[in-house]
């Protein structure tokens, strides 16, 4: 909102500066931000036009036609004895026809300076000196007018005196930013109220007519929506339709951020920015019967005031006549009814919508108007009547119109609000010293009607404010009104808790491990498309197909929530990628979506109290699976070349390590196994799941070439992902790994012949299930085929670890483990231990 600080000053008398002078915008500013309100610049209108600026009357001129084609006048214009030349008046050559002899014009000195910057200086142009400037609209900064020479009317005007004065060229204006509860200060009505309160002086409300009962002897209005609870209809006819905006008019509506159109425009625009009440006016010759104010129907359309069709929606509220819709209610009327150049009666509406109707109507059409961001924020319904009077006066005043005494009020005010709170409440809550009879007086202070009595507070907020419904509404008020800086900041006392849950702690010890052991973490989007499921290649039947949509997606590109990570970390490879950055491991660890099937809408219980568990249950259930997921991508080295050697290249062994290094921080072991699982290579791909579970917990591998494609990610990408969720539920309990002993370890190493076909994985776990409680950790170090252990054959060799928690373990008891793990590989695969 835009507040030029002359027209606040017509409503509240602001006090001088402590040194007399008057107060300036800044100085107000600083008063209203203490209050609350956001004022985001203090701009000092007119302050680029410097210099000697006068009005002059023009005395005479002569039409000259010169060689170029081009027509000018040479003017003889008389501005003041004190600027006259000696012939008592100056000569100014000028290119505009729209002025005659005794016009009052505004002229720009020698020495002036307008908006450019420009500098005006007495000059030789068509075989005249031109001593001076005479000015349009646009050259003052005035507007974008530039077809003509701004003439002023008015018998007070003398030649000679200050112009910017005349003009009202020079004010402070307040730029500020209202926030959604705050809808009031969307005037310069509620900004002079809130200018008293913040300085201590008296404000004269311009809302000064109660709305009476209702009456339905002037023109015929009908409501038939409960969103437009008030309706008053007031009309005026013989207005003047040549008559122009006064000057002082349409410069306020310039200053507060809005273009002046036409004097019966100018006035509804004026009215509104000056009580917050929108105005709409109809050609009351265009209207065809009664107005009717109703919900649309199916297939309805309307072309609005910017001559765009619009296909109506059932939600939209409308403004209609015999005709059919003539407005979309409380957003922008239609052009059938508009304001002409002939308009010579008017119909003025002042209604009161309800403001999520007119919010969704608004977003609906993305059509956002003066009157929409007003009636969506909360506009006073008690400014109605009073409003559609002001500019019925105006109209009468400046456009020369007659009243008409009949009138129509269709509605009634809506009930007030009236909230009850204990009187020490402010004090409680602020922790500052307010008694109850400061704080009964604060809140009388914001408008509110006040009753104090038994240590309660009752106060029935004002028609302006209906985001005061809650006894801390009126808190946050009184906190307001004595100044945020009385309030002591107190840092709250944390209350004492248990720590950390197990999960949190086993989510940071995963980040922690896999942070030290050289991978990467990045944030991507939640966001997904559904190309993204076909290039990554599930089958029809994945869960991972089970996609979200989002109502108010920040991109129709992609409108669901990711049922899996790795596609938002392709897009991260493929951004370093394309910046040069190729040696890549990165991961990710966040939530995924997949919705249950049948999908259930959800209840939407009252916000008064605590809903009943079967209702809150009914909420969970029809919320979406959101398991938390881990994931990694590796493209390029794992490891640089340097002087100790080649670079490694990062492979499927380092997706596996990922797991296992996930799963170690954990205290947990996994099973890994050979698998089949979009986007990997067959065949390149391992399955990790607890032993004797059969579900799997994740996957990594190589991804599969055309995945590679589709996504430009390089040839041989890989990449893991894994459930967290069901990682940390299969870990040891407490998610803690177990204490190390002090004890030594016991080393042995066994090498094992087996079929080429048994997995490395396969015989792992056996060595495990028979090397008992002593094993500490086992691990394949080394593969061998060759003709000493025959055709078909492969060697695997282990390193076996054993250690007991509170004894030194004997060569017996280590001999004795290894030899019962080794026999469960013989008695499974068959294995022969090497020996040699």
């Not at 006064?246 to 306020?252: A, E, I, M, T, V």
């Not at 596996?656 to 072991?669: S, Y």
């Not at 799941?689 to 990408?717: I, K, M, N, W």
């Amino acid at each position: 909102m835009r507040a030029p600080l002359g027209w606040l000053r017509d409503w509240v008398a602001l006090p001088p500066a402590p040194d007399g002078r008057d107060m300036t915008g800044r100085e107000l500013a600083e008063k209203l931000i203490a209050a609350g309100l956001e004022v985001e610049t203090v701009e000092r209108a007119g302050s680029d036009v410097t210099g000697p600026l006068v009005l002059g009357r023009v005395l005479g001129y002569e039409v000259e036609q010169h060689s170029n084609g081009k027509s000018i006048r040479w003017c003889r214009v008389d501005v003041g004895p004190e600027h006259n030349g000696p012939e008592g008046w100056r000569g100014i050559v000028c290119g505009a026809h729209n002025f005659a002899v005794w016009d009052i014009v505004v002229v720009a000195l020698p020495g002036a300076v307008l908006p450019g910057p420009f500098e005006i200086s007495a000059r030789k142009t068509y075989g005249h000196v031109s001593d001076g400037m005479i000015c349009s609209a646009r050259e003052l900064g005035l507007g974008d007018d530039h077809t003509g020479i701004l003439v002023l009317k008015g018998g007070d005007l003398v030649p000679g005196t200050d112009a910017a004065e005349a003009l009202q060229l020079r004010d402070d204006v307040l730029d500020i930013a209202v926030t959604p509860d705050r809808g009031y200060c969307l005037s310069i009505r509620g900004l002079a109220r809130e200018a008293a309160q913040a300085t201590g002086v008296a404000f004269t409300d311009p809302v000064d007519r109660p709305t009476p009962a209702q009456t339905a002897a002037g023109y015929p209005v009908r409501l038939d929506s409960a969103a437009c609870p008030l309706f008053a209809a007031v009309s005026v006819t013989g207005i003047d339709p040549s008559r122009p905006s006064p000057r002082w008019l349409s410069r306020r509506v310039q200053l507060a951020g809005m273009r002046s159109i036409s004097l019966v425009v100018d006035i509804t625009n004026y009215v509104m920015l000056e009580t917050g009440q929108p105005i709409h006016a109809y050609d009351a010759d265009r209207l065809a019967g009664a107005i009717v104010v109703r919900q649309a129907a199916a297939g309805e359309k309307l072309t609005t005031l910017d001559d765009v069709a619009r296909d109506l929606d059932q939600g939209d509220l409308l403004i209609t006549d015999d005709s059919g819709p003539i407005g979309l209610a409380g957003v922008m009327g239609g052009a059938t009814t508009e304001i002409s150049a002939t308009t010579t009666s008017v119909v003025i509406e002042a209604a009161h919508f309800d403001a999520m109707t007119i919010a969704r109507t608004s977003r609906r059409h993305k059509l956002s108007s003066e009157a929409s961001r007003r009636f969506e924020r909360g506009v006073d319904p008690a400014a109605a009547y009073a409003a559609a009077h002001r500019v019925a006066s105006l109209l009468v005043e400046l456009a020369g119109g007659t009243l008409v005494p009949a009138e129509t009020v269709a509605g009634a005010l809506p009930p007030a609000q009236t909230t009850t709170l204990h009187a020490d409440l402010p004090e409680r809550i602020l922790g500052t010293p307010v008694d109850g009879e400061r704080a009964a007086e604060l809140i009388r202070a914001v408008g509110a009607r006040v009753e104090l009595a038994d240590s309660t507070i009752t106060a029935t907020a004002p028609s302006w404010r209906p985001d005061l419904r809650d006894p801390y509404d009126y808190v946050e008020e009184v906190g307001r009104l004595i100044g945020y800086e009385t309030i002591e900041a107190v840092v709250p006392r944390a209350p004492v808790g248990r720590g950390l849950t197990r999960v949190q702690r086993a989510r940071r010890a995963v980040n922690a491990a896999l942070a030290s052991s050289g991978f990467v973490e990045v944030l991507s989007f939640p966001f997904a498309a559904e190309a993204d499921l076909e290039r990554l290649g599930l089958a029809a039947g994945d869960v991972r197909r089970d996609l979200v949509r989002i109502l108010n997606p920040l991109a129709e590109t992609s409108p669901y929530l990711r049922s899996t990570l790795l596609p938002g970390l392709f897009a991260a490879v493929n951004r370093n990628t394309s910046r040069g950055n190729d040696d890549l491991a990165l991961y990710e660890a966040g939530s995924v979506f997949r919705a249950r099937r049948p999908v259930t809408p959800a209840p939407r219980p009252s916000v008064t109290a605590r809903p009943a568990q079967d209702v809150l249950d009914a909420m969970d259930d029809a919320l979406p699976d959101q398991p938390r997921q881990l994931a990694v991508v590796l493209t390029g080295n794992w490891r640089p070349a340097s002087w100790q050697g080649g670079a490694e290249k990062a492979s499927w062994t380092h997706a596996v390590g990922f797991v296992e290094t996930a799963a170690a921080a954990l205290g947990a072991t996994l099973v890994r196994s050979p698998a089949r699982q979009a986007p990997w290579h067959p065949g390149r791909c391992a399955e990790f799941r607890f032993a004797g579970d059969e579900q799997a917990v994740g996957y990594a591998g190589e991804l599969h070439p055309s995945v590679c494609a589709a996504f430009g990610l390089p040839a041989r990408t890989c990449a893991a992902e894994l459930d967290l969720d069901a990682l940390i539920a299969g870990a040891p309990a407490g998610g803690d790994v177990a204490a190390i002993s002090s004890f030594p370890v016991a080393k042995e190493d066994v090498a094992l012949i087996v079929d080429a076909a048994v997995s490395a994985a396969d015989v792992e776990a056996e060595l495990r299930a028979g090397a008992g409680e002593l094993l500490e950790s086992v691990r394949l170090f080394d593969i061998y085929t060759g003709p000493q252990i025959g055709e078909g054959k492969k060697s695997l060799a282990f390193a076996l670890r054993f250690r007991a928690a509170g004894r030194t373990l004997t060569d017996a008891e280590t001999a004795a483990a290894r030899d019962a793990a080794v026999a469960r590989t013989v008695a499974a695969f068959g294995a022969i231990q090497r020996t040699d």
